[in-house]
Structures are given as C-alpha cells and as structure tokens.
C-alpha cells in the first residue's frame, strides 16, 4: 500500500467562543459541535432514524458515538474517503438494526454496535500514521493514547500526514487496543458488557 497524504486542515472545527470561566464552557462547546457534525453525516448517509432509534433504545450509544469522533477526530480518511470515526459507526448503526430484527433483544442490538466500535481498534493497530518535519524528526500518532486533533496541533509545522501499513503485528496488540479503545469511549456497563464482566454496572 502506498502512502496516503492528508493535508492539514481538512474538515477543521470551527474556533470555540472565548469565556472567562475556563476549558469547561470551550470542552461542551466543542463537544456539543462534534454531536451536531455527527448527526449532520449520519443523515447524509440516510442513517437518522435508524440512528434515533439505537440512541434512543440504548442511550449510552450516542455518548459513545461522540466519544469516538472526538478522540479519533473526522479529518482521518484510511480507504473509502470517508473519515474512519463515521464510517465505522454508520456500519455500527446498521449492525445494530440488523441484530434488532434478527433477535429482538436490544441488548445484543448494543453489544454489537459497541463491538463495530471497538473494530476500529483493530483497523488502526494495521496503519503507521506520522508526519515528517522539515528538519528531519519523524512524529507517529498513538491512537489510543492521544487524540488525533490533539497530535495535529503538535505537529502543526509539518504539511502532510502520512499513512502506510505496519510491517508486523502481535495478536495481543489487537486485545490490548480494543480495551484502550473501550476505556475511551465506553460507560463502564458497556465495557462490561462488551467484555462479559460480571458485576459491572
């Protein structure tokens, strides 16, 4: 696979409002941002009610969804064109209607819509992301460990992200990715639920 080239700025945030109160107002804005953005793409993609209904019936999906786009971000396109955090949950919405009609049992709908999440986990494991700055230093995003907006204001003075495939993966790495990814996005029910915990609630 070659490299694929992202330049900076594409599908930015709009500039958070300026408050004397501190980063909480400026973290609901641009969380409350991130929500509307989602639901925006969500129905571009013919998903809204679809959508309503799983956020709805299982509410803690719809935190999770969000959680997602913000640590993951929507300026990263891997294949397909379309940035992974959206993708991966329309394909999460889909699943999760397709387990409703198939058992009727709304918690096994949720399970599945939280285990499309957590496939990202494995989707990223198989990529190399970094930046190159002119004076040579190579800058490699941590998906699990940082967000992705987070990074590119870091790295800021490079131009381009770049992908390429990882030369080798241990089996582990995938379980341990999909926990952090969990840890990140999921209520502690979920993470239970997701990874059959008893006594989680």
Known sequence: MKNNVIPF?????????????GGSIHENWRRNQVRK?????????????????AFEWWPSLMPCAVDLCQHIGTQLCIEGGKP????????????FHRYLSESRNVEKAATQFLHEVLNLANE?????????????RRSSWYPFKQPYAEWLRE??????????????????EYSVARRRLAT??????????????RGVK
Do not use: C, W
């Open 9 to 21: 700025g594409a599908n930015a945030m709009p500039v958070p409002p300026t408050s004397r109160s």
């Open 37 to 53: 953005q989602l639901m925006k793409a969500i129905k571009d993609e013919g998903l809204l009610v679809k959508a309503e209904i």
């Open 84 to 95: 992974v955090a959206y993708a991966t949950i329309f394909r999460a919405i889909r699943e």
């Open 124 to 136: 990223l494991s198989k990529y190399v992301i970094f930046v190159e700055h002119k004076d040579g």
């Open 155 to 172: 790295n800021e003075d490079a131009q381009n992200v770049q992908i390429s495939l990882s030369s080798f993966i241990f089996d582990d």
């Open 184 to 197: 990140l996005t999921m209520t502690d029910a979920d993470y239970g639920l997701v990874f059959a915990l």
